[in-house]
């Protein structure tokens, strides 16, 4: 099977859709798979009109993680077994860093590499009943993308241990209760609580959506003090854009607005 057919691209209006396909092994990841998502994600933010990136997985899974039969393959016991580490680490931060917000819908099994595509994500929507964990530390193995540099900033140390050093699986429910995902649903309602969370952010200016996004991100990394400059600066960029100026106007005007996205 071609790699676009594991990993699929649907644009949707202003909604950018990632499909992980491959269902028999529970969407688990391989390199060309992590390749080709890192292509989509600079696909979507050079493509004006896509304001969300929606992340999922077929056959009612999101995704087990990496590829064992690949990863033991090519990279168990090997001289080049970081290798791995620093490719998921890689496009895992593209997928934090990028401009346009994504959106990581939960079902099935959310654990180990499909666990840190998760908390790549800005937003993390579950069906009550998914199986959400980090997990490496059933197999002895370490997550090397992201899971002791982000999940500590979402739900603090104790939390975080008590995640990771136990390799247990949370449902949505206790992930929401967490503080590790925004929302949890029936499955029978995740669809319509995904378009509900989406519809809130494709409204928005991406210019505007995009500095919001990236200073937030910086937000735990640096003091106060400069911390305000860079608020202080953001708050001159967004004054100055075509976004603002057509966002105050529409509204003295009684309309809604239309993004230029600058």
């Not at 200073?215 to 960029?237: K, N, P, Y």
Request: charged share 30%; proline share 3%.
């Amino acid at each position: 099977m071609a790699v676009e057919d594991e990993i699929q691209f649907e644009r949707d209006g202003h909604v950018a859709r990632v499909w992980l396909n491959r269902p028999w092994k529970k969407n688990c990841v391989t390199v060309p798979i992590l390749d080709r998502l890192d292509e989509i994600i600079t696909e979507v933010d050079e493509d004006p009109e896509l304001r969300v990136l929606v992340v999922r997985g077929r056959g009612g899974t999101f995704c087990s993680g990496f590829d064992l039969d690949s990863l033991k393959a090519e990279y168990v016991g090997k001289s080049n077994a970081i290798d791995v580490a620093v490719k998921s680490a890689k496009v895992c931060d593209r997928l934090y860093s990028m401009k346009t917000p994504s959106v990581a819908v939960l079902e099935g099994h959310v654990t180990a590499g499909g666990f840190e595509i998760m908390i790549s994500c800005d937003f993390a929507i579950s069906a009550d009943d998914a199986k959400i964990g980090d997990f490496h530390i059933r197999r002895a193995l370490f997550g090397g993308a992201g899971p002791i540099y982000r999940v500590p900033r979402m739900i603090g140390i104790r939390k975080t241990k008590e995640l990771m050093l136990t390799g247990k699986l949370l449902s949505g429910v206790e992930a929401a209760e967490f503080g590790l995902i925004n929302k949890s649903a029936p499955a029978d309602k995740l669809d319509a609580t995904v378009e509900d969370f989406i519809g809130d952010l494709v409204d928005k200016s991406p210019f505007t959506m995009w500095l919001t996004k990236m200073t937030i991100d910086r937000s735990l990394d640096a003091d106060t003090q400069s911390l305000m400059v860079m608020e202080h600066l953001a708050v001159g960029v967004a004054l100055n854009s075509e976004d603002a100026s057509e966002g105050v106007s529409a509204f003295l005007e009684k309309r809604e607005p239309k993004w230029q996205g600058r």
